[in-house]
């Protein structure tokens, strides 16, 4: 079976899929010997990629680990505007791993990496419905509001699909998506004239963060991932 030249490098952990087209760009990736400069090229299980003369191979034993995003940093490798980032409180040794889904700059809670590029897209997809979800805090809210989200809404003509919700108290929703559209929530709710003054995420799929501490990163057990490939 072949692939894309920069999905393989992505899968390897080295770099995202952008990053790995600008290295090929570069000319920083060869394939049995040979220097590719450009993406659209495809390889082979048998075939030899390197990248800045090192070889590369393709880590099968899938990994996934739930990380408890901290406040105020960025989902990303690098972001332009110097805000600190999720690889900045990371532990070097998982600066290879990817990110599934994001979650904004002030949304706290779980995070799903992973060393496998396919495993982030498909759980990524809205598609495969799998559920997300949130503790909201607001300062007010109406029945009629709430109402309007388990319905399903539409704001800015982009259609929002219906959300479940659960009412804990006077300030605080817990709700429940699936796909994961950019700050649908937040922008859901501010709709409705209940804007978040906090949003963390408590669960994504089976995978709960539980009692995990801001800033800390847990190993799933090869068992939950089972479960979780099943689902593909």
Partial sequence: MSVRLAKFIADSGVASRR???GLIVKGAVSVNGKIIDTPVFFVKDDDIVCVNGKEIKQDNDIKLYAFHKPINTMT??????????????????YKNL????????????????????????????????IER???????????TGLNALRNGI????????PMKIEELD??????????????????????????????????YGIIKLG?????????????????VLKNF
């Fill in 76 to 93: 990303t490798t690098h972001d332009p505007m110097g805000r600190k980032t999720i690889y900045d409180v990371l532990d070097k040794k």
């Fill in 133 to 143: 979800t949130y503790i909201a805090t607001v300062d007010k809210y109406t029945k």
């Fill in 19 to 21: 990053g790995a087209e």
């Fill in 154 to 161: 539409c704001v800015d003509g982009i259609n929002y699909q």
């Fill in 98 to 129: 990817k990110y599934i889904g994001r979650l904004d700059f002030k949304t706290t809670g779980l995070l799903l990496m992973t060393n496998s590029g396919d495993l982030a897209r498909k759980m990524s997809l809205p598609k495969n419905h």
């Fill in 170 to 203: 006077e300030h605080n929703l817990k709700i429940t998506v699936t796909e994961g559209k950019k700050n649908e929530i937040r922008i859901a709710l501010k709709s409705i004239g209940s804007p978040v003054k906090a949003l963390h995420r408590i669960s």
């Fill in 211 to 227: 009692n995990l501490g801001s800033g800390k990163i847990l190993e799933i057990d090869k068992k939950t991932i089972d479960l």
